[in-house]
């Protein structure tokens, strides 16, 4: 079992930057791919992007490429999510989620946490 708590959401300006923070608990962080998602008001939960087990490898799904950052400290069992360059589209409940194998889709994740609001004001 793996406990995730996110913090860091908040209300920024177009822009912008957020740094998002994701602590796991309760078994071996570095087992487990890290993954970000979000859900932004009436839209369908979406892949934002990865990281490997010992951070080596990241994936983004192309809108956030290159203003999104995913990094990771297994001694401190947290995984980041840095946000440049924010976007009003970028408004959503952003979750951390842990995984077996390298995803880049929305399901197939085993644990979730519960999630923290990005608002981007225009």
């Known amino acids: 079992q793996v406990q995730l708590v996110e913090s860091g959401g908040g209300l920024v300006q177009a822009g912008g930057s957020l740094r998002l923070s994701c602590a796991a608990s309760g078994s071996t962080f570095s087992n487990y791919v890290m993954g970000w998602l979000r859900q932004a008001p009436g839209k369908e939960r979406e892949f934002v992007g990865r990281i490997s087990w010992k951070g080596s490898r990241t994936y983004y799904t192309e809108s956030v490429k290159g203003r999104f950052t995913i990094s990771r400290d297994n001694a401190k069992n947290t995984v980041y999510l840095q946000m440049n360059s924010l976007k009003p589209e970028d408004t959503a409940v952003y979750y951390c989620?842990?995984?077996?194998?390298?995803?880049?889709?929305?399901?197939?994740?085993?644990?979730w946490g519960q999630g923290t609001q990005v608002t981007v004001s225009s």
């Open positions: 989620a842990a995984g077996a194998t390298e995803l880049a889709t929305v399901v197939g994740w085993d644990y």
